[in-house]
């Protein structure tokens, strides 16, 4: 196990050595916030505030995605961790951890900064936060292998976002639903179910195309 | 020293393709505690691709590998562990300073004591730079540093990469230093080289050319 | 299935079949298309456009067939290293997206004269559409890489993934759509369908299904012939490089 948190420290530590990487993908989340209260109008931006706020995150969470393997792709440390004693399921799910904690958790701290902005509903904030606890950690985990599966490809950023953006449709779709009290617990319900499922399958699947990708 | 005992880490009949085109086939290679293995070879012999092999990264198209009489297939995390591996490129993340780098790598492979680390760190002569990134550090450096790591966590087998490229006459002394130790205590070490580096006799020798095949073994 | 599983006997088998599902593809599409637009009934509702139900249907059901062969090939490449696999799932993905392409068209054309509007975001119609991204997805990272061998391996991964995701993502968009759309409107090809529509439907499912099969062929072929030219030309430059 010291392996598995010797790996979520360094990646913590790289991450806040770059703080101004997590700055900018947090901007980019409000930056396509404001985006949307542009193009819609002021009037009509509380009904859709659950929606814009969801898809601004997704956006965002995309463009964090390189960092979780590409450097060590690059500077060789890849085929260390594969020939590390740590199961490489294991080193995926501690980048997992990391990349959540430096991705999603500071997208889930600017929501309701940015709900509030967007005039966000009274009764959808505990619904939009908990839909995002959930949800977040799946956009990472799926994010995780779509980075993994691009690497040494060409133009692999907008290949990342073409291959999981389609992949975390029912994220969205159950992420905006949970906003809505009316729709009660299921939504988060099925979040929960698909975080279990993604916890189970993504770093298995991660891991075998980290495996070929540095052969 | 050889006679009698069964081989601690054994390769029979490997080839190796890679690209769809053959690198070699028919390599074998039998090490005892305290051996030392040269790799040599022209480029393109594929002395990387053996020492992958070697480390259970790449999977050979033909013959096996054993550690004490077990295909190393069998339990691929376990010859993980017993093997450091330096190949060309180090791993060294840029923003990161030589010691937490060095303590990095080092407990992903076991839980090393931060002294152990220091240890290695003075027999490489980079203990006043422990504290500086890795950016900072000249690529000679950043080579004693990746080679830090064979000291700090113990492990049975060294796989070494051209591990002289970039080290200055200090650096080969320490490296021929630690390989020394190593192989008094029992360890195995392989080496492919390009730069002459020292090694106390017995050495064995496996040479790679592109018609490959033959094999010359033979203590030198 | 092991028959197959030797290059140069597929290819012979390949050549031999060709003609015969070229042949087959013609004839029931022929018939069909004679079925659909001449012989069978314009719908008492929807009068004449019915017709294009019978090119949008069995589209629909051979973009979602041709994915499932993309993930059998991918996966049987993956697990059992089969030789030909991998080849069959990269040469049939395309043809899946030409086919998703057209069921979203013939759908838009369909929907224009049938709801008033090009697009609806009904859930079969959205599924569609997520399955076209799916299919986008994986040709472009299989080609995305300077190493076939490389691409062809991230591809399969990825298929499966795509398989897997496909039920959660049918689920989600089916329960989306109840939750923004009254349950008043009326499914389209739901309600059971007569025998003088059902025959052109078939015939039309099988001639295209058989159109599939020439195309998978072909392009299993061509691919074969580049694979091995490729192989060619490293054999060829290996020996002028070790006679210099």
Redesign the interface.
């Known amino acids: 196990m010291?392996?598995f948190f010797?790996?979520i420290?360094?990646e913590l530590?790289?991450g806040l050595?770059?703080l101004s990487d997590i700055s900018a993908v947090l901007a980019f989340f409000a930056l396509v916030a404001t985006l949307f209260a542009f193009g819609v109008g002021p009037r009509t931006l509380g009904d859709l505030a659950g929606g814009v706020l969801w898809t601004a995150a997704l956006l965002a969470a995309m463009l964090s995605l390189d960092r979780l393997f590409q450097?060590?792709h690059d500077?060789?440390?890849?085929?260390?961790?594969?020939?590390?004693?740590?199961?490489l399921e294991l080193v995926v799910l501690a980048k997992v951890i990391a990349h959540w904690l430096t991705a999603g958790v500071p997208i889930l701290v600017l929501a309701p900064l940015l709900g509030l902005a967007l005039q966000l509903p009274e009764g959808s904030l505990p619904g939009l936060l908990t839909g995002m606890a959930l949800g977040t950690p799946i956009l990472s985990l799926l994010g995780a292998?779509g980075a993994a599966?691009?690497l040494?490809?060409?133009?692999?950023g907008v290949?990342t976002a073409?291959?999981i953006?389609?992949?975390v449709?029912?994220v969205l779709?159950?992420g905006v639903?949970a906003t809505d009290p009316a729709?009660g617990a299921a939504p988060v319900l099925?979040l929960a179910a698909?975080l279990l499922?993604a916890l189970a399958?993504c770093p298995w699947?991660t891991a075998?195309?980290l495996r070929?990708?540095?052969? | 020293m050889t006679a009698g005992e069964a081989p601690l880490f054994r390769g029979e009949d490997i080839a190796c393709r890679r690209g769809g085109h053959e690198l070699f086939h028919g390599v074998g290679f039998a090490l005892w505690p305290g051996d030392a293995l040269l790799l040599t070879g022209p480029n393109g012999s594929g002395k990387t691709s053996l020492l992958q092999v070697m480390a259970g990264l790449r999977t050979p198209s033909a013959g096996r590998l054993d550690w004490q009489g077990r295909d190393i297939r069998d339990d691929l995390a376990a010859h993980a562990g017993r093997l450091h591996h330096i190949g060309h490129r180090t791993g060294s993340r840029a923003i990161l300073t030589a010691r937490e780098d060095l303590l990095f790598w080092s407990r992903v492979r076991a839980p090393v004591s931060r002294q152990r680390c220091l240890l290695a760190l003075a027999r490489f002569d980079l203990l006043h730079l422990r504290d500086l990134p890795v950016q900072a550090l000249s690529s000679g450096q950043q080579r004693r540093l990746a080679l830090a790591r064979l000291l700090a966590a113990p492990a049975d087998i060294w796989l070494l990469d051209e591990p002289a490229v970039g080290l200055d006459l200090s650096g080969l002394a320490s490296l021929e230093a630690a390989v020394a130790r190593h192989r008094r205590s029992g360890g195995l070490v392989v080496i492919a080289t390009h730069t002459p580096v020292e090694l106390d006799n017995p050495v064995r020798g496996l040479e790679l050319d592109r018609a490959s095949g033959q094999v010359p073994e033979h203590g030198s | 299935m092991h028959a197959l599983a030797n290059p140069t006997r597929f290819m012979r088998l390949a050549g031999a079949v060709l003609p015969w599902t070229v042949a087959a593809a013609a004839v029931f599409l022929a018939a069909g298309l004679w079925q659909a637009l001449v012989v069978s009934p314009p719908d008492y509702q929807q009068g004449e456009t019915v017709r294009i139900m019978y090119v949008h249907v069995p589209s629909a059901w051979l973009s979602m067939f041709i994915y499932m062969v993309v993930a059998a090939g991918s996966a049987s490449f993956l697990i059992w290293k089969h030789p030909l696999a991998d080849v069959a799932a990269q040469a049939a993905a395309p043809i899946g997206a030409a086919f998703t392409a057209m069921a979203l068209a013939t759908g838009a054309i369909w929907g224009q004269p049938t709801w008033g509007t090009w697009w609806v975001w009904d859930a079969r119609l959205t599924s569609v559409l997520v399955l076209l991204f799916l299919y986008l997805g994986y040709i472009a990272l299989v080609n995305a890489f300077d190493d076939p061998e490389r691409g062809a391996r991230a591809g399969a991964v990825l298929a499966l993934a795509g398989v897997i995701n496909i039920p959660i993502i049918k689920f989600s968009v089916d329960w989306w759509n109840t939750l923004h759309q009254p349950a008043s409107l009326t499914r389209l090809d739901a309600p059971a369908i007569h025998s003088s529509m059902l025959v052109p439907l078939l015939l039309m499912v099988a001639g295209l299904f058989m159109y599939f099969l020439a195309v998978l062929i072909i392009r299993m072929q061509s691919a074969m012939l580049v694979r091995r030219s490729r192989a060619l030309g490293r054999v060829a430059r290996g020996t002028a490089g070790s006679r210099a």
């Open positions: 010291t392996g010797a790996i420290l360094r530590r790289t050595r770059h450097p060590d500077d060789g440390g890849l085929v260390l961790l594969i020939l590390s004693p740590v199961p292998l599966l691009v040494g490809a060409r133009r692999a290949l073409l291959l953006l389609p992949l449709i029912p779709i159950f639903a729709n099925f698909m499922g399958l699947a075998a195309a070929q990708s540095v052969l």
